[in-house]
């Protein structure tokens, strides 16, 4: 069965200082994994995907996130952050030909003036 | 614009009221869902559905009953509400079956039940 864990529930850090979530996946086949956006009271957005090919992935707003297989990691990493990343950052995982998204539990991040 | 849209975007209703919630997408996507988010974030899905048909049904009380009139709508109808399904529901789309393009959200729906 697949899973997601995001090991930081919260992360504060500076403006212009970068930041990098953690997300782990378990899965005993391939899979294709996300980065999600939530600003606060709006829906989901898609940051980034990872479906093959190079391991990293760039996204929206200066978001970027490399695929380690080894590892089964998929960290959300910005080298600047600004005031307005602040924002719930979810990763999801499904298995390929699957058509269910499993989300980890979130991180919240914070950047601070 | 095109996009998945929700209504209504807040529901306060009272213990034992049924209520609905609406979810309509205009980016000819095949798939359609519910999503669940509680008070702490968590997100999990409801229910899938491809074409106007049942995929996912995931362990959710029979008081939820969702409706799929045509592929472009989604409509969460809920029974005799109680206290613990207050949360945020999310409508989502995608463009078929397989997840590889992503999921698009509505804006979503913060029930409250008092």
């Known amino acids: 069965a697949q899973s997601v864990t995001q090991l930081d529930s919260q992360v504060p850090v500076f403006e212009e200082a970068p930041v990098e979530l953690r997300c782990n996946y378990s899965?005993?086949?391939?899979?294709?994994l996300f980065w999600y956006v939530q600003y606060p009271n709006q829906g989901l957005q898609l940051l980034l995907k990872?479906?093959?090919?190079?391991?990293l992935v760039k996204g929206i707003n200066g978001f970027e996130a490399e695929f380690n297989k080894s590892q089964t990691s998929f960290h959300l990493r910005k080298p600047s952050v600004h005031i307005s990343d602040t924002a719930e950052y979810f990763c999801?995982?499904?298995?390929?030909?699957?058509?269910?998204?499993?989300f980890g539990t979130g991180t919240r991040l914070t950047v601070i003036p | 614009d095109t996009a998945v849209s929700q209504t209504p975007k807040y529901l306060v209703t009272q213990m034992g009221n049924d209520k609905s919630i609406k979810c309509e997408q205009n980016?000819?996507?095949?798939?359609m869902y519910w999503y669940k988010q509680d008070s702490k974030k968590f997100l999990k899905i409801m229910f899938s559905?491809?074409?106007?048909?049942?995929?996912i049904n995931e362990t959710v009380p029979n008081r939820f009953s969702p409706k799929s009139p045509d592929k472009a709508h989604l409509n969460l109808h809920i029974n005799s509400l109680e206290l613990g399904d207050s949360a945020v529901y999310f409508c989502?789309?995608?463009?078929?079956?397989?997840?590889?393009?992503?999921?698009?959200f509505g804006s979503g729906t913060r029930l409250t039940v008092v």
């Open positions: 999801a995982v499904t298995e390929t030909g699957a058509n269910n998204l499993f």
């Open positions: 990872y479906l093959s090919g190079s391991t």
């Open positions: 980016l000819g996507h095949d798939t």
């Open positions: 989502a789309s995608s463009q078929d079956l397989n997840s590889n393009y992503g999921y698009t």
């Open positions: 899965s005993s086949v391939s899979v294709y």
């Open positions: 559905y491809n074409n106007k048909e049942l995929i």
